[in-house]
Structures are given as structure tokens and as C-alpha cells.
């Protein structure tokens, strides 16, 4: 019984030493996975930037697009004032 004990001892051993010995290239592929999640979040926030100036550049354009829209009717209705007043 004390041989299968030690046996036993021996192989649990023999895999937790296995076990740590790869640690390495797990802390390896742990840091590249964090560096890249550390990019991607980088390109998120530059990207939220970006939309953030474009969503208020299209808000500029459409109340632009509104103040024109406002003036050509507002000349269009003194132009048909100005036509109703002189008749031949």
C-alpha cells in the first residue's frame, strides 16, 4: 500500500513540476492578449471621437440646411408679393 501511496505522490509531482514549466508561455500569450485589448480600446475611443465629430458636423449641416431652406422660401414669398403687384 505505501508503494502505491509513493507512486501516486510521484505522478502528482511529476505533473504539478510539468504543470509550472509552462507557465511561461501561458504569461506570454497572457500579455499579448492584453496588449492587444489595450489596442482595441484604443481604436474604440479614437473611433467614438471620430463619430462624435461627425454626428456633430451632420447636426451643423442639417440646421444649415434648414436656414436655407427657411431664406428661399422667405424670397420666394416677396418675389410673389413683388410679381402680384404690378400688373400690364
Same mark, same amino acid.
Given at each position: 500500500?505505501?508503494?502505491?501511496? =509513493? ?7 511529476? +505533473? @504539478? ?7 511561461? +508561455? @501561458?504569461?506570454?500569450? *497572457?500579455?499579448? =492578449? ?5 489596442? @482595441?480600446? +484604443?481604436?474604440?475611443?479614437? @473611433? ?5 465629430? =461627425?454626428? +456633430?458636423?451632420?447636426?451643423? #449641416? ?5 436656414? #436655407?431652406?427657411?431664406? #428661399? ?5 416677396? =418675389?410673389?408679393? *413683388? ?6
Amino acid at each position: 500500500m505505501n508503494k502505491k501511496v =509513493l507512486m501516486i505522490a510521484g505522478v502528482a509531482m511529476t +505533473a @504539478l513540476l510539468g504543470g509550472c514549466a509552462n507557465t511561461t +508561455a @501561458l504569461e506570454e500569450s *497572457v500579455a499579448n =492578449l492584453g496588449n492587444k485589448v489595450d489596442q @482595441l480600446s +484604443a481604436e474604440v475611443s479614437s @473611433l467614438k471621437a471620430e463619430q462624435g465629430k =461627425l454626428s +456633430a458636423d451632420v447636426q451643423d #449641416a442639417k440646421a444649415a440646411a434648414m436656414d #436655407a431652406q427657411s431664406e #428661399a422660401k422667405r424670397a420666394n414669398d416677396r =418675389l410673389d408679393n *413683388v410679381a402680384s403687384r404690378y400688373k400690364k
